[in-house]
């Protein structure tokens, strides 16, 4: 039988879940908008600055910060790069409001980017980009964002409940307002209901119900699922983004799957088949260069083509650039590879396609704000800025960018009258406690196996290239693994660190997810970014563009559609000036 639950009750002003560059980001912006004396408190499943997918970003940071660059060319880069799918005012927002983001981390935060040798910060080649406009710090620029802020906000005034799980956003008895959000103290066990006047859920992507992933594996998309359970509608939910080049080291390791940084391709990388030939030209006129969608299944395409089960994958080699060269200019990447047994410098390192990050996520406007009162999404947990596909880059400029419009506007709008502490739908509260007890009424069983069989699953029926037919197969074993999971117990005689416990809230998460993206990856019966289906392999048109929305209705999701709403640019046309160059971009 479930046990009784033991809640403890916390309040505050404003609740950030998260604290990637979304989540650090609000906090420090909520402090100098909201009025004197506001509470903050920032939860964290890990700990602060330790943990999420910001700290993981190796590339850098996309702004436009001059030389011919402008912030009209990479908006219109990241419409091209979203095939005409993105929210434009979203995408617009960010893309401006990177120039200010980026000198903020320069001169407030503590950020130091690389340089040229004239002083000017260092912005390097990524693909499916008119400029080279890619700031950053060697090839570990996220852990020098995550860290600098880490530190500014530590030294401030902020409360922390790190190691604290969320498992459901709680809403108001009618369901018009966030009351507040229940976690699992996962130091204790024990339960923990947060009332907040605003709360901010920023806790990242996670991709991780694919057989080859980027995150790590306690990113689970728990905030899209605590999202679809308080009944918010999700966008482009079949949008996942393969990066190219992810690391194949074996199933031994828990480096496969690790990106290998799309820079490398941008400096002249090659990818090789078993042959040895160069192959991304007969797939794209722009060969390695091309945008990550495009990339992913031309690797994909060619490990098909392939009979050699001991080689799976494709090949990136970096040596005729120069091993000491290379060295120099990755120095991460190459230890990483070195630490892994291949030598990235001089020779040949076998990649894979690997999920990397979530275009789609919770609908918002360009404030953060969602349909329910008091509740903002930012960060991977919030769609639209990006469309069908993200630009290499764009990912950690939309968390810090959208993590300070969030914590600018909480701030702003805790000073609104009806901005007060709610009471919770204590039935709501009580139903999110006897989900997470569930498995303690049941006998243990292997939890890591079926994460396994949905991870199979994901990869070959719902991952890089789809059919209606695969997606249908594959939801039928999402749901088969689904109820298998229900079946599966934990011991619950310690709930202190009970990891076998929170795998199995892992998968619950990743199964409520996987469902949602075969679904929406049924209803859009064409072909857009990161969303290929070979039995529809056209785009449609432009000027019809739809996205998929997903809500859950009672124990099912349902997915309409929705016309693009082109606010600022239509397609076939430009908001670059007349006579601009169609790329800075020298050829390479």
Same mark, same amino acid.
């Given at each position: 039988m479930p046990l009784k639950a033991d809640i403890d009750r916390h309040d505050t002003d404003i609740l950030i879940l998260g604290t990637g560059g979304a989540g650090l980001f609000a906090a420090l912006h909520a402090q100098q908008s909201a009025p004197p004396g506001t509470k903050i408190t920032i939860a964290v499943k890990g700990l602060v600055g330790k943990c999420g997918? !910001? %700290?993981?970003?190796?590339?850098?940071?996309?702004? #436009?910060?001059?030389?011919?660059? !402008? &912030?009209?060319?990479?908006?219109?880069?990241? $419409?091209?790069?979203?095939?005409? /799918?993105?929210?434009?005012?979203? @995408?617009?927002?960010?893309?401006?409001? @990177?120039?200010?983001?980026?000198?903020? /981390?320069?001169?407030? $935060?503590?950020? =130091?980017?690389?340089?040229?040798?004239?002083?000017?910060?260092?912005?390097? @080649? =990524? @693909?499916?980009?008119? #400029?080279? %406009?890619?700031?950053?710090?060697?090839? /570990? !620029?996220?852990?020098?964002i995550i860290s600098r802020l880490m530190e500014q906000v530590l030294a401030r005034p902020i409360e922390r409940l790190q190691e604290h799980r969320a498992i459901g956003l709680i809403p108001t008895k009618d369901g018009a307002a966030v009351a507040g959000v229940l976690f699992i103290d996962m130091r204790t066990g024990k339960f923990r209901f947060v009332r907040a006047k605003t709360v901010m859920m920023g806790t990242g992507g996670g991709p991780t119900m694919y057989k080859y992933h980027t995150p790590s594996g306690d990113k689970t998309m728990d905030g899209l699922a605590m999202a679809l359970r308080i009944g918010l509608p999700l966008r482009d939910m079949e949008m996942v983004q393969f990066h190219p080049t992810g690391l194949l080291a074996g199933d031994h390791t828990r480096m496969t799957?690790? &990106?290998?940084?799309?820079? /490398? %391709?941008g400096a002249g990388g090659q990818l090789l088949n078993h042959q040895g030939q160069r192959f991304m030209f007969d797939y794209d006129r722009l060969g390695e260069r091309a945008t990550r969608d495009v990339v992913s299944r031309g690797i994909y395409a060619e490990m098909r083509k392939n009979n050699d089960p001991d080689q799976v994958g494709m090949f990136i080699s970096m040596s005729h650039l120069g091993p000491d060269n290379v060295r120099k200019k990755f120095t991460g990447m190459v230890k990483r590879c070195a630490d892994s047994g291949f030598d990235l410098a001089g020779g040949k390192v076998e990649v894979v396609p690997t999920a990397h990050y979530f275009m789609g996520g919770v609908i918002v406007d360009p404030d953060t704000r969602t349909e329910i009162e008091g509740l903002y999404v930012a960060g991977e947990d919030a769609g639209g800025a990006h469309g069908s596909n993200r630009l290499g880059g764009n990912g950690v400029a939309n968390s810090t960018v959208y993590g300070g419009v969030a914590g600018d506007t909480m701030g702003r709008d805790l000073r609104k009258p009806g901005m007060v502490l709610r009471d919770p739908d204590e039935t709501v509260l009580a139903a999110e406690i006897e989900r997470a007890q569930r498995p303690f009424s049941k006998d243990p069983g292997n939890v890591q196996a079926l994460r396994h069989k949905l991870q199979e699953a994901m990869w070959e029926d719902v991952g890089v290239m789809r059919t209606g037919t695969g997606m249908r197969r594959g939801l039928k074993r999402v749901a088969e693994i689904s109820e298998e999971l229900l079946q599966t117990g934990v011991d619950s005689s310690n709930l202190a660190f009970n990891l076998t416990w929170h795998d199995w809230l892992n998968l619950a998460s990743l199964t409520e997810v996987s469902e949602v993206v075969a679904k929406a990856g049924l209803a859009r019966e064409n072909s857009r970014g990161a969303h290929f289906r070979e039995d529809y392999p056209e785009p449609g048109e432009f000027e019809t563009s739809y996205f998929t929305v997903a809500r859950k209705n009672g124990d099912d999701v349902e997915v309409d559609r929705e016309q693009v709403q082109f606010t600022i640019v239509r397609p076939g046309e430009t908001i670059l000036p007349e006579g601009e160059p169609e790329t800075l971009v020298g050829a390479s």
């Open positions: 997918c !910001t %700290r993981m970003v190796q590339g850098g940071y996309n702004v #436009a910060l001059g030389n011919g660059d !402008t &912030v009209e060319r990479h908006f219109m880069d990241t $419409i091209h790069g979203g095939k005409w /799918l993105p929210n434009q005012d979203m @995408a617009w927002k960010l893309c401006k409001e @990177a120039v200010t983001r980026i000198h903020e /981390l320069e001169n407030e $935060i503590g950020c =130091f980017f690389d340089r040229n040798p004239d002083g000017t910060v260092h912005q390097k @080649a =990524f @693909a499916g980009q008119t #400029a080279d %406009r890619t700031v950053h710090k060697g090839d /570990l !620029t996220g852990i020098e799957g690790t &990106v290998l940084e799309e820079g /490398l %391709r």
